[in-house]
């Protein structure tokens, strides 16, 4: 049996959503795969998982916990000033890293990747810290959207150029707690609007 209630289990938050893409039975199995290799690949290296607040952590929780070696987590939160300045991939940091990254071995966990400037700036902001080494393991790709080039060592999924709610991802603050991933109604847009 599954540990997940189904969609209709949602009621109205399911009701919002147009189509389903991923189940939560298939991210689970590849969240367990991206654990694995992560397991295989940073063996005796300690690694330092870390990811950005909010929309991150129900794969960061669902990820660690498939990870079977030594590692720590630590979690930044960022926010934008502005949509326009959000284009040019300034975000405010609102609160950083709890320790040092030097010598560490820093694998960077995001839930989604779109055009890529959010990561890209965090990254370099990592990146002067001077850790050992520094990659990103992405659980949803939008490859299409790309403005700049971010190599993704891991990857769970490839994403439609639609917007998709669930499992941390959210349209207003919404529907993170969806076990599932899927494309919102055009309805849902307006629904929400004033709530
Ligand atoms: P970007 O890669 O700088 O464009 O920004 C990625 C951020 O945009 C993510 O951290 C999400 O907060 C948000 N985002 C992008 N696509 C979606 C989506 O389909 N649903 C919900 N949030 C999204
Ligand atoms: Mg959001």
Redesign the pocket.
């Known amino acids: 049996m599954s540990r997940y209630y189904p969609p209709e289990a949602y009621g109205e938050l399911n009701d919002d959503v147009n189509y389903i893409l991923f189940s939560a039975e298939e991210i689970d199995q590849r969240v367990r795969e991206l654990g694995q290799a992560i397991s295989v690949d940073y063996a005796g290296l300690n690694p330092l998982l870390v990811g ?1 607040l909010k ?1 991150s952590f129900p794969f960061m929780a669902d990820l660690l916990r498939m990870i079977t070696i030594p590692m720590e987590v630590d979690f930044m939160a960022v926010s934008s000033y502005s949509a326009e300045t959000r284009n040019q ?1 300034l975000v405010r940091l609102e609160k950083d890293l709890g320790e040092p990254i030097d010598g560490r071995h820093v694998l960077f966990i ?10 890209n700036y965090l990254l370099r902001n990592l990146r002067v810290r001077n850790p050992a080494s520094l990659k990103v393991c992405v659980l949803f790709d ?1 490859s299409h959207r790309r403005l700049i080039d971010v190599p993704l060592a891991y990857k769970g999924f490839d994403l439609p150029d ?4 669930g499992y941390g ?3 207003r603050e919404r529907y993170r707690n969806l076990p599932f991933v899927g494309v919102l109604k055009a309805e849902a847009f307006y629904l929400n609007d004033g709530k």
């Not at 995001?110 to 990561?119: A, M, N, P, R």
């Open positions: 950005v929309g991939g995001e839930h989604v990747i779109d055009t890529g400037l959010t990561l939008k639609r917007f998709v709610v991802l959210d349209y």
